[in-house]
């Protein structure tokens, strides 16, 4: 028996050199990652508790989220002001989605911020935050301790109880040596959420949204989106790296034509300003 | 490398042919409903890592058998994933090790552990930023309560005019 330990330590040891692992984050590293994001841009910001406001924008994401091609993420959807004057919104992984309180006071009504929530509900469904976390996790060296553990554990998760003890200090270990990895893929992620993706995931997320909001289950006006788009600065910081105002539009437009769009809602503006004006001057 | 794997595969039981229409509940905040819409009444909340046979697709919903009782309902399609792709708990003591090394790997290095570290070298302010996140994912009070939060829903929607109260059909 010992004698097969032996020659089974010394494949273990053998597989955790040799094997790469994954090299892609689940949805559970995804949501460590988030938590992250969002630990960082509410050290920066702050949320703006307003319990009453955070209830809104969750039911208008809600009511959008629900009704998309990815009504669920692994915690569920979650949806936050930050208190800041900066015009933006984002979404990070696992569908955590943040609206900065200038954004808010930029808005005319509740169809707008709709197609805000909309736009960034659809990059979660096109997995783009999971895509830049990855990218982020990968260029930080974040991933080389992922795979160390990786190279040992496909093997041995199955084989040695024993191991357990040494994997759980392996874990110990790699935290210790790869924190500084993680707050980097933390500070390069919650960068590129806020400038957005590249054109064409930007542009896809545009016409997802327009899509979104017309559907038979939700029903808002898409042309209050294209409203509200049209009048972000052309080269806002905020959406610095987001495509061209006149290319969005365009794809906008030729969106909303394919789908019956329902008018904007006196009753529902009026419980947008009412919210409006919960957040001062 | 490959001596490894084999001498492996001649000591782990072989897996039994597997079920097309089996599949796992990969989400934590599922719910069985009556009906192919998140409109519909709750049946009960799923379990991450339930097993269930599929019996039919409706839009985004797949109407489903719960293995472990007798339970027929609905849920989301994009909650589900075959059973081999189930890398989620982190023990299943019922279903032996394999589920324990899947979860192993789900979890592995990007993990509470990581977020403990990362966060102890932050100081104060990063301590009190995921103080204030923790706060913010536990609102609204009946988040987690999916009957109240569709019924919610369904008030804000009336009010609106929105969904099935929209006037455009």
């Known amino acids: 028996m010992t004698q097969m330990r032996t020659w089974i330590a010394v494949f273990l040891g053998l597989a955790a050199v040799g094997c790469g692992g994954s090299a892609t984050l689940t949805e559970s590293q995804e949501y460590f990652m988030a938590r992250?994001?969002?630990?960082?841009?509410?050290?920066?910001?702050?949320?703006?508790?307003?319990?009453?406001?955070?209830?809104?924008?969750?039911?208008?994401?809600?009511?959008?989220?629900?009704?998309?091609?990815?009504?669920?993420?692994?915690?569920?959807?979650?949806?936050?002001?930050?208190?800041?004057?900066?015009?933006?919104?984002?979404?990070?992984?696992?569908?955590?989605?943040?609206?900065?309180k200038g954004a808010l006071r930029s808005m005319n009504n509740e169809d707008e911020l709709a197609g805000v929530l909309a736009h960034e509900v659809a990059h979660v469904?096109?997995?783009?935050?999971?895509?830049?976390?990855?990218?982020?996790?990968?260029?930080?060296?974040?991933?080389?301790?992922?795979?160390?553990?990786?190279?040992?554990?496909d093997v041995a998760g199955t084989v040695l109880s024993i191991f357990g003890t040494r994997q759980a200090a392996n874990e110990m270990q790699v935290a210790k040596d790869y924190a500084p990895a993680f707050?980097?893929?933390?500070?390069?992620?919650?960068?590129?959420?806020?400038?957005?993706?590249?054109?064409?995931?930007?542009?896809?997320?545009?016409?997802?949204?327009?899509?979104?909001?017309?559907?038979?289950?939700?029903?808002?006006?898409?042309?209050?989106?294209?409203?509200?788009?049209?009048?972000?600065?052309?080269?806002?910081?905020?959406?610095?790296t987001h495509p061209g105002l006149e290319g969005r539009l365009q794809a906008i437009d030729d969106e909303i034509k394919k789908h019956k769009a329902a008018p904007v809602d006196a009753e529902r503006t009026k419980r947008f300003l009412a919210m409006k004006a919960g957040l001062g001057q | 490398?490959?001596?490894?794997?084999?001498?492996?595969?001649?000591?782990?039981?072989?897996?039994?042919?597997?079920?097309?229409?089996?599949?796992?509940?990969?989400?934590t905040g599922a719910?069985?409903?009556?009906?192919?819409?998140?409109?519909?009444?709750?049946?009960?909340?799923?379990?991450?890592?339930?097993?269930?046979?599929v019996l039919?697709?409706?839009?985004?919903?797949?109407?489903?058998?719960?293995?472990?009782?007798?339970?027929?309902?609905?849920?989301?399609?994009?909650?589900?994933?075959?059973?081999?792709?189930?890398?989620?708990?982190?023990?299943?003591?019922?279903?032996?090790?394999?589920?324990?090394?899947?979860?192993?790997?789900?979890?592995?290095?990007?993990?509470?552990?990581?977020e403990d570290e990362y966060r102890s070298q932050g100081g104060p302010a990063r301590d009190q930023s995921y103080k204030d996140l923790d706060a913010w994912l536990s609102r609204p009070s009946y988040y987690s309560d999916r009957a109240q939060l569709v019924a919610r829903l369904k008030e804000f929607q009336k009010e609106g005019k929105l969904g099935e109260h929209s006037p455009v059909k």
């Open chain 1, 183 to 240: 707050g980097k893929s933390i500070v390069d992620g919650l960068k590129s959420y806020k400038l957005g993706y590249s054109r064409d995931e930007e542009l896809a997320a545009d016409k997802m949204a327009v899509e979104f909001v017309t559907r038979p289950g939700v029903g808002y006006d898409p042309n209050a989106f294209r409203a509200f788009i049209s009048r972000l600065p052309a080269k806002a910081d905020s959406y610095g």
């Open chain 1, 36 to 100: 992250g994001v969002a630990a960082l841009a509410i050290e920066k910001d702050h949320l703006w508790t307003d319990e009453k406001v955070e209830e809104y924008l969750m039911l208008i994401g809600l009511s959008i989220a629900f009704e998309s091609d990815r009504p669920d993420t692994w915690k569920g959807y979650h949806f936050a002001v930050l208190n800041t004057e900066e015009v933006n919104a984002f979404a990070a992984p696992s569908g955590f989605i943040f609206v900065t």
């Open chain 2, 31 to 53: 719910w069985y409903v009556k009906g192919p819409n998140w409109r519909s009444d709750t049946v009960e909340k799923a379990e991450e890592g339930d097993d269930v046979t």
């Open chain 1, 125 to 153: 469904n096109l997995r783009h935050p999971e895509l830049a976390a990855q990218r982020a996790a990968q260029d930080s060296g974040l991933m080389e301790g992922v795979k160390l553990l990786a190279g040992a554990a």
């Open chain 2, 56 to 114: 039919g697709t409706e839009g985004k919903y797949s109407k489903v058998k719960l293995k472990k009782k007798d339970l027929t309902a609905y849920i989301e399609s994009a909650s589900l994933v075959p059973p081999e792709k189930f890398i989620r708990k982190k023990t299943d003591e019922k279903e032996g090790q394999a589920l324990s090394a899947q979860g192993a790997e789900a979890t592995r290095g990007v993990n509470q552990k990581m």
């Open chain 2, 1 to 27: 490398m490959d001596f490894t794997l084999l001498v492996l595969a001649l000591l782990l039981p072989q897996d039994p042919q597997p079920d097309p229409a089996a599949r796992k509940v990969n989400v």
